[in-house]
């Protein structure tokens, strides 16, 4: 690929009116320049791609630096009439809007995109075909690994187009100054200052105004654990933790499979066990005794528990060695005696 650079022109500047503020703040979201600067390699390879597809003279890297001037060209004049053509001019075309410059910016690619394809890429199926999305996919890959048209310069790019089009200043600042000491103060406090994230591990980087977002959604911030253990877990490992290692997720009772319904948590079950052992047993003998009576049933489980040696039957943990020992003390007793 023709690593050949080009020097983007400067940014557009509104102009200064006689006797106006001469200092003006120009800090942009960080997270929507970095989204729309992505985009921009990708719609430089389709156009590329597209531009050159069914030729034998010229390769898509062969025309990317010229297509990549185009490009930019395009899009900062395209930006520039924007909302004039939409919202400022009496009698512009009256249409919705979209507030989001993502939006507006992806469409002007596309736009781009589309008046550089040749008759082939037009005619042929080319636009629809795996092959097509393969290339451009390959393309990219290269222009990423070749260094072509690093992100700082897409940034620099993504953030001219922002302001042209954000006509609300969702995302960016437009505040001008009568001094420079003015200006350099507000970026200390600008809502749309770049920061960094604190939590260990993340390395992410964001307006001001988007911290308390990234906050709740950020993967290494340190949380309580939602199930209430006494452990403190990373946002992202806590969903293994909840259901792994934590003391306080649920598990079924031990005595699940002959009749207790309980989900209790895990650093609970000695308690529970302890507290329900009637009743567990209740559920084991009425295996042996289907037809027996509430009533009956629970003076057989009183006659079990004299027989047994003490702390014998709450010792055990299960309903498999439960049943086994009931099987073993229930034919000492004999017969079963209704009530």
Known sequence: MDLEDIELRPEKLEQEKEGG???HCHLCDADMVHKIAQEFLTGLASACIDNTTGGLMKSPSSVAVEIRREMVDYLIQRSE???AESIVLEGGPSIEMSEDPYDVISDLIDDFVSSKRNFFSRVSG?????KREDKIDDLVQEMEINGFWLLSRRCSVAQTLLKNVDFKNLYHCNTSFKSEEDLEEHKCE????TMDCENEGCNSSFSAAQMNLHDSICPFKILPCEQKCSESIMRREMDRHCITICPMKLVK?????VGCRSSIPQCAIDQHLSENLSIHLEYVVEIFHKEASPDDLKERVKELEKLSSPGNLASVRDARSMTNMIKHL??????FKSC
């Open 21 to 23: 503020p001469l200092f």
């Open 81 to 83: 009439s924007f909302v």
């Open 190 to 193: 600008c809502s749309f200052r």
């Open 253 to 257: 009772c031990p005595f699940y499979s």
């Open 126 to 130: 080319w636009l629809l075909s795996e």
């Open 330 to 335: 229930d034919a000492k007793l004999g017969p």
